[in-house]
Nanobody, 123 residues
Framework: VQLQASGGGLVQAGDSLRLSCATS????????GGWFRQAPGGEREFVAG????????YYADSVKGRFTISRDNAKNTVYLQMNSLKPEDTAVYYC?????????????????WGQGTQVTVSS
């Protein structure tokens, strides 16, 4: 199983970015995904999650209304659309996955992890 995160970059406050998490080696229709982030000196925190279908999405309060998680089953990819970015969104963003169709907001509940992608938001 491989997860490949991409799409990070340096943007200004108020800008948008879309992160992608391409997966391989698993049955994507039975893949529940999540995005986490970790700022320097901080702990890894939950950002957003999606169950086996687009109808099962959930978010951390800090990003609700600004970020949208989605999936493309034809491309075996999970996305995180990030709008109205703030300097406090600066972190390394990680995608994660599990085969269980549940709402998981704890890192330890995820079985698969991709490498991180850096998001830096300047003020």
């Amino acid at each position: 199983v491989q997860l490949q995160a991409s799409g990070g970059g340096l943007v200004q406050a108020g800008d948008s970015l879309r992160l992608s998490c391409a997966t391989s080696g698993l049955t994507f229709s039975r893949f529940a995904g999540g995005w986490f982030r970790q700022a320097p000196g901080g702990e890894r925190e939950f950002v957003a999650g999606i169950k086996w279908s687009d109808e099962g999405t959930y978010y951390a309060d800090s990003v609700k209304g600004r970020f949208t998680i989605s999936r493309d089953n034809a491309k075996n990819t999970v996305y995180l659309q990030m709008n109205s970015l703030k300097p406090e969104d600066t972190a390394v963003y990680y995608c994660a996955g599990t085969s269980y169709n549940l709402k998981y907001a704890r890192a330890k509940d995820y079985d698969y992890w991709g490498q991180g992608t850096q998001v830096t938001v300047s003020s």
